[in-house]
């Protein structure tokens, strides 16, 4: 009679590493991981042995000093006597405040234009096709630089503004277009109950947030009834009550007015100014990266089944329900994630903003500062730096979203 | 055993790439080209003409130096810097030295290592405006909107001369000159600034010239030189000489028209040492005795290179001013040859 015995334990050797599928991949990656190690330590020691050579250091000193150069659009206080450091903020909320409004802008006309480009309308969707081809296909920086050229050379200067007879007017007495930029009126309070502006301004968004909050109560409220009574109340006139009433009280309170832009000296003085080159940056990278999310939307609306929207159709919803309350959102998990990088790429090409002067944080820490003080390595290993969270950032606030509306599954 | 090999030579590298730049002299003469940095094109000091070859008055100091280590004045490689491209360009080693218009400042000399071999031109900060305008000085300029290169140390003094006047203006930061003047001549700003010599060149350059008025202040001290990298005395010597001998030369008379004759051997001691003659000057260099004469040659003294490029009779028309010969009541002045 035999005995069964147990199969022969597996000894360990060497030469499985490379041979046994188990352990492959992990040889591999740990192999990679020491050539890159040694890339890094063979590059870093290079650095540090050239910048010896050089009787050079690292050092961050020179952020703390005055950075001696104006800057001319900072929505922080800066004058040329405050430091390299603050110099480097003002870039870095010039670079969000641009890829903010971009961000906004892009969305915009990407969703509109990816929606009409499927739709049944030749001429729009040939329109459409015609403006994704041809932003898409021709570098950024050439559409900032077109946009900024045609800019200064269309608009006039504000001298063509004075005289009796002058070449150019305001539009309305109010709205003034410059080869500098464009001057809007600037709201204020003339009776604020805080001295400083900021609080008053952030009283209104507290009583706009509340507004809302209170809005979205009202429609909580009217789908309840219509699961009750199964018949909607009307809310459009306390919905449009609670957002005009406080805010119409608020502004009588502190007395809303508006400083209206006027030519004094050599430029438009007063309001608020949209300087030329936040303008060009901000529509060249809306109308480029539109084209692009416009392909991402067109994507994930054609990645719906056909049978969704003749499903609802035979319900019989008219098509623009079929879009908003079928169609969209179950395309929104195909359009997201795409969505995410060219947000990134938005932030990231607005580096590009040197090419027409808009002070970002590639033009104030990788620029003058860099130029002034030499600094090179510290300045550039501080944008990567800003870069890099900035992005992991808005990847992370994306992906949340993306997980909240990504097909739930059980 | 592969290991050991492999990390003895990133060793070696590492080590070979920290003491590469050290001997400047050997890598230009290995290359047998000098590779010189200057400015991405200003018209009357380094711009290429209509068959590409570079010239200019800066373009004149690349040649000089080439011709004086390399006996050719057309061996230079020029590399197009822009303001902000030129020290890390020199620092890094791509290029051997820097003519490019730039200013002489402590913190350049000192804190980014650089050596300052030199000034070509002494030059001051100053304004264009539009005849139209109607501004007469710079202190007039309340609320102007003021274009400028960017990464200068233009940017730097007029941020103080505004303060100083307590007036305010509105920077237009633009990366090269060429821009900048295409941002003033559409009237996207009210002003230019930047060294007066630049402002004349462009100037020069404009449809109608007359419709703009340089403004009567000059607002600082622009010494401009050529530079080298800290650590290679012996590079930086020769350059500064090279400089030196352009000066003098045409503090003692000599040209191009005449050195074939003076180089035979004269009466004035300092020109032959000067054009090797006599003495062992050359030598000292690690140079051939006669580098002076050979950097003569290339384009003149220093008179015949400024009136050349951007002398009264050129369309740039800049006066010497403070750049003529000490004795002439200038400031250009070369230590003795001996």
Redesign the interface.
């Known amino acids: 009679m035999t005995t069964l015995a147990d199969p022969p334990k597996e000894q360990f050797k060497l030469s499985m590493l490379i041979n046994d599928t188990r352990y492959r991949s992990l040889t591999f990656q740990a192999l990679a991981a020491i050539a890159l190690a040694?890339m890094f330590w063979?590059l870093g020691?290079?650095l540090i042995?050239?910048l010896?050579?050089?009787?050079?250091n690292i050092s961050f000193d020179f952020l703390g000093e005055a950075a001696?150069?104006?800057?001319?659009q900072t929505l922080i206080e800066y004058?040329?006597?405050s430091s390299h450091l603050r110099a480097a903020i003002v870039g870095a909320l010039n670079t969000l405040l641009v890829a903010f409004l971009a961000c906004i802008t892009a969305t915009v006309f990407g969703v509109v234009a990816g929606v009409l480009r499927l739709s049944n309308n030749w001429l729009v969707s040939k329109l459409m096709a015609f403006y994704v081809e041809i932003f898409r296909n021709v570098p950024v920086l050439i559409w900032i630089i077109i946009i900024f050229t045609i800019m200064?050379?269309v608009l006039p200067?504000p001298?063509a503004f004075r005289g009796d007879d002058a070449e150019a007017s305001m539009l309305f007495n109010a709205v003034a277009f410059t080869?500098?930029g464009v001057y809007i009126p600037l709201p204020w309070f003339s009776r604020g109950i805080f001295d400083s502006a900021a609080l008053n301004w952030l009283l209104v968004l507290i009583v706009l947030g509340g507004s809302w909050f209170a809005s979205r109560k009202i429609g909580q409220w009217a789908s309840k009834v219509q699961e009750k009574e199964g018949v909607r109340p009307k809310t459009l006139w306390f919905t449009l009550g609670v957002w005009i009433a406080p805010f119409a009280v608020l502004m009588l309170i502190m007395g809303l007015s508006w400083q209206m832009p006027e030519l004094?000296?050599?430029?438009f003085?007063g309001g608020i100014k949209l300087g030329?080159p936040l303008i060009a940056l901000w529509f060249a990278l809306s109308i480029y990266t539109g084209a692009f999310i416009a392909e991402n939307v067109r994507a994930g609306i054609q990645a719906v089944s056909k049978g969704q929207t003749e499903a609802a159709s035979a319900l019989g919803l008219r098509p623009r329900r079929v879009m908003n309350l079928v169609v969209l959102p179950q395309a929104l998990r195909v359009i997201i994630p795409p969505l995410i990088s060219q947000y990134l790429n938005i932030t990231k090409n607005s580096s590009l903003a040197?090419?027409v002067?808009y002070?970002d944080i590639t033009?104030t820490l990788g620029?003058?500062t860099?130029?002034?003080?030499?600094r090179?390595i510290e300045c550039v290993m501080l944008l990567m730096l800003f870069y890099l969270t900035v992005s992991l950032l808005i990847s992370m606030g994306m992906n949340i979203y993306n997980a909240s509306v990504k097909l739930k599954e059980r | 055993m592969k290991k050991s090999v492999f990390l003895g030579a990133?060793t070696l590298?590492?080590?070979g790439?920290?003491?590469a730049?050290a001997a400047t002299l050997d890598d230009v003469k290995a290359r047998g080209k000098l590779n010189c940095g200057v400015s991405t094109g200003l018209a009357g000091f380094s711009a290429p003409d209509a068959n590409g070859v570079w010239e200019g008055f800066d373009v004149a100091v690349c040649r000089a130096v080439a011709a004086a280590t390399l006996g050719d004045p057309m061996a230079v490689e020029f590399v197009s810097t822009t303001?902000?491209t030129r020290?890390?360009a020199l620092?890094s080693g791509e290029i051997d030295m820097l003519a490019r218009n730039t200013t002489w400042t402590f913190?350049?000399d000192v804190?980014?290592?650089f050596e300052f071999v030199g000034v070509n031109y002494y030059d001051g900060q100053g304004f264009m405006a539009p005849k139209?305008?109607g501004v007469s000085s710079a202190k007039e300029?309340?609320?102007?909107?003021v274009c400028i290169q960017?990464?200068?140390t233009t940017?730097?003094n007029?941020?103080?001369f505004?303060?100083a006047n307590s007036i305010s203006?509105?920077?237009?930061?633009?990366?090269t000159n060429a821009e900048a003047i295409q941002?003033y001549l559409?009237?996207?700003?009210?002003v230019y600034t930047t060294d007066a010599s630049g402002l004349a060149a462009s100037r020069a350059t404009f449809e109608d010239a007359s419709a703009h008025v340089l403004l009567p202040e000059i607002i600082s001290k622009e010494p401009l030189g050529p530079l080298v990298?800290?650590?290679d005395n012996e590079w930086g010597d020769i350059v500064r000489w090279t400089l030196n001998a352009l000066i003098a030369a045409e503090e003692l008379g000599v040209t191009s028209a005449n050195i074939g004759e003076l180089k035979a051997g004269t009466n004035n001691p300092e020109v032959n040492r000067l054009l090797g003659t006599e003495g062992n000057l050359g030598e000292m260099l690690g140079l051939d005795a006669d580098f002076a004469a050979k950097a003569i040659m290339a384009g003149g003294n220093y008179g015949e290179i400024f009136e050349k490029n951007i002398g009264e009779s050129t369309p740039i028309g800049l006066a010497r001013g403070l750049n003529a010969q000490w004795t002439d009541g200038g400031l250009l002045y070369a230590p003795p040859f001996r």
């Open positions: 040694l063979y020691n290079n042995q050239n010896r050579a050089a009787g050079l001696g150069y104006d800057i001319n004058d040329s006597q200064t050379a200067g001298r080869n500098r004094k000296g050599f430029n003085q030329g040197i090419a002067g002070a033009a620029g003058i860099l130029n002034q003080t030499g090179a | 990133l590298a590492s080590m790439a920290g003491v730049g303001g902000k020290f890390t620092a913190s350049r804190d980014l290592k139209e305008l300029l309340d609320g102007a909107t960017t990464g200068t940017e730097l007029l941020a103080d505004f303060r203006y509105e920077p237009v930061p633009i990366e941002q559409a009237g996207a700003c009210d990298r800290h650590g």
